[in-house]
């Protein structure tokens, strides 16, 4: 194996190995999305996800409250970890194409 091969393939496992890191990340926050709800003049936040077929509904709080700031800030994570494992996924891709092709040579 030559010393390019290996760097290659070093770089991949470590790939791997966040890939892990931000999907435990992503299960270690809520499903669902922020939705506002206006309700007899009233607006309140819920938090929303799929169940099967159903959507459920849980209710977070009023707007500007400690606990939406709280679900914000968990929603912003979630994404945020998910944007990083996409763009892992597709560094993954090229690693693993760079190494078939150097293989091939």
């Known amino acids: ?8 393939e ?16 992503i299960s270690a926050h809520p499903k ?3 939705s506002v ?6 607006s309140y936040v819920y938090r929303k996800h799929r ?3 159903k959507i459920v509904s849980v209710y977070i709080g009023l707007p500007g409250s400690e606990e939406v700031a709280h679900a ?5 994570a ?3 970890a998910k944007r990083s494992l996409a763009e892992l996924k597709l560094e993954e891709k090229r690693l693993r194409r ?3 092709d150097y293989a091939g040579i």
């Open 1 to 8: 194996m030559s010393i390019f091969q290996g760097v290659m």
């Open 32 to 34: 669902g999305y922020l």
């Open 98 to 100: 760079a190494i078939k």
């Open 37 to 42: 709800c206006r309700i007899g003049g009233v």
């Open 78 to 80: 979630y994404l945020s």
């Open 51 to 53: 169940e099967g077929k």
């Open 10 to 25: 070093e770089e991949l496992e470590r790939n791997l190995q966040k890939q892990d890191a931000f999907m435990a990340e």
């Open 72 to 76: 914000e800030a968990e929603r912003e």
